[in-house]
């Protein structure tokens, strides 16, 4: 059992010597990692700076030299990343924390993101009040605020450090007893406006003996579980709510970039997908919403989130990105849709009820989808429980075909 502490010894020595002797002081090993281009660290550490620059196939002094600060922090989260992986995979790294400001707090999340979800990463920064999207990504890393910068040890910082070392400690001394079933697992998507229709599926999906983890569609959400795909911790996608690729296109605040929909695809995971919310593009408040966009038809879902409706002409080019992107699948894919409405908004007497837009965008995925991808429309909304039982039941036939079954 060992933490492993990922820091800049040339100007955070003093404080990461603090931190190593609070974790030691509980019993628990600490390793070093010096990412500290500037000079010489204030103490030895374990695996040296130069040894972090090799990792990513440059060297200590190519980076001082280079003079260019942002390429040093690149090349330096790419080593402390390429070091932390092998000390896990080598069983000698249980844990890792990092402190600094936005120069280290960027190398040590680099770090921490290249680690399985589940093993502790903690990172005190002075970013960490604001967005730290950035940061931590779509990984489990808890971000403490150091309130006052990392400079120096004073009454202040010595609290916040300690607190982070010994919320280390207690992430990788105290393993709850967590019970894993040995159930096959489908990844779901959903958003608040396809709630229905994922719990409906879930409780189907459950009762057959899967186990679901449902992903909300914030884009974050979705390069989650794209990530988790590809680490083969699901063996089946329900992507019900594709909404995220409304926001890629369209520019909202909500996407979750050009490779959603392909992991699934490139993996040969069993996958259902489905229109879910792709009637809608999200911005932050009203205010905030940019100027070209006047005109167009709004919901406020609440001050913090102002939804806006896709036209057909965005309907129909979303249609051709999702189709392409299903046809490239080498596993066992269909698409359902839900020719009642893609949302609870998308249906009579709602705010985003508009029939042509559907029908751009249900026209599209005919038309661009290869046969290889079944097919399948259901005649409800997507919320109905009918519409939900198709898709599950879809999936659950394919898994069971595919041999990852229950």
């Given at each position: 059992?060992?933490v492993v502490?990922?820091?800049?010894?040339?100007?955070?020595g003093e404080?990461?010597?603090?931190?190593r002797?609070v974790?030691e002081?509980?019993?628990?090993?600490?390793?070093?990692?010096?990412v500290?281009v500037l000079g010489?660290?204030?103490?030895e550490?374990?695996t040296?700076?130069?040894?972090?620059?090799?990792?990513?196939?440059t060297?200590l002094?190519a980076?001082?030299?280079?003079?260019?600060r942002?390429?040093a922090?690149?090349a330096?989260?790419?080593?402390a990343?390429?070091?932390?992986?092998?000390l896990?995979?080598s069983?000698?790294?249980?844990?890792?924390?990092?402190?600094?400001?936005?120069?280290?707090?960027?190398i040590a999340?680099?770090?921490?993101r290249?680690l399985p979800?589940g093993v502790?990463?903690?990172?005190?920064?002075?970013?960490?009040s604001?967005?730290?999207?950035?940061?931590?990504?779509?990984t489990?890393?808890?971000?403490l605020?150091?309130?006052?910068?990392i400079e120096?040890?004073?009454?202040l910082?010595?609290?916040?450090i300690?607190?982070?070392?010994l919320a280390t400690?207690g992430?990788?001394?105290?393993e709850?007893d967590?019970t894993v079933?040995?159930?096959?697992?489908?990844?779901?998507?959903?958003?608040g406006?396809?709630t229905?229709?994922?719990?409906a599926?879930?409780?189907?999906?459950?009762?057959?003996?899967?186990?679901t983890?449902?992903f909300?569609?914030?884009?974050?959400?979705?390069?989650?579980?794209?990530g988790?795909?590809?680490?083969?911790?699901?063996?089946?996608?329900?992507?019900?709510?594709?909404?995220?690729?409304a926001d890629?296109?369209v520019?909202?605040?909500?996407a979750?970039?050009?490779?959603?929909?392909d992991?699934?695809?490139e993996?040969?995971?069993p996958q259902?997908?489905?229109t879910?919310?792709?009637?809608?593009?999200n911005?932050?408040?009203?205010?905030?919403?940019?100027e070209?966009f006047e005109g167009?038809?709004f919901h406020v879902?609440?001050?913090?989130v102002?939804?806006?409706?896709?036209?057909p002409a965005e309907?129909?080019e979303l249609g051709?990105?999702?189709?392409t992107?299903?046809?490239?699948?080498?596993g066992p894919?269909a698409?359902?849709?839900?020719?009642g409405?893609?949302s609870m908004?998308d249906v009579?007497?709602?705010?985003?009820?508009d029939?042509e837009?559907?029908?751009?965008l249900?026209?599209a995925?005919r038309?661009?989808?290869?046969p290889?991808?079944?097919?399948?429309?259901?005649?409800?909304?997507?919320?109905?429980?009918?519409?939900?039982?198709t898709a599950?039941?879809?999936l659950?036939?394919y898994?069971r075909?595919a041999g990852v079954?229950?």
């Open positions: 059992m060992a502490l990922v820091g800049t010894l040339d100007t955070k404080e990461f010597a603090f931190a002797d974790i002081a509980q019993g628990v090993d600490v390793h070093v990692v010096d500290g010489a660290p204030e103490f550490p374990d040296t700076a130069a040894e972090a620059a090799a990792a990513a196939g060297t002094d980076l001082r030299e280079g003079g260019d942002g390429e922090m690149t330096m989260g790419e080593g990343a390429a070091v932390v992986t092998d896990y995979e069983g000698a790294l249980s844990g890792v924390l990092g402190l600094g400001g936005s120069g280290n707090t960027s999340t680099t770090a921490m290249a979800v502790p990463k903690v990172m005190v920064s002075t970013m960490a604001g967005d730290t999207e950035p940061y931590v990504g779509s489990d890393i808890a971000m605020y150091s309130v006052a910068d120096g040890l004073n009454q910082s010595r609290r916040v300690s607190n982070a070392a400690v992430m990788v001394s105290n709850a967590v079933e040995d159930r096959p697992t489908v990844a779901v998507t959903m958003f406006v396809t229905p229709c994922v719990q599926a879930r409780e189907y999906l459950e009762d057959a003996g899967y186990e983890i449902v909300h569609a914030t884009g974050t959400g979705g390069r989650a579980m794209e988790l795909i590809r680490q083969g911790v699901v063996d089946g996608v329900l992507d019900v709510t594709t909404t995220e690729w890629e296109l520019g909202g605040v909500l979750a970039g050009p490779e959603r929909l992991a699934a695809g993996t040969g995971v259902v997908v489905s879910g919310a792709l009637d809608m593009v911005f932050g408040p009203r205010e905030s919403v940019p070209e167009r038809r879902h609440n001050p913090q102002t939804l806006m409706r896709t036209t309907c129909a051709e990105i999702v189709a992107k299903l046809n490239a699948a080498t894919t698409l359902v849709l839900p020719l409405g893609v908004l009579e007497g709602e705010d985003f009820y029939p837009a559907d029908a751009a249900f026209d995925l038309e661009h989808l290869d290889s991808v079944e097919l399948i429309e259901v005649d409800t909304d997507i919320n109905d429980e009918a519409f939900a039982r599950a039941e879809q659950d036939e898994m075909a079954g229950p």
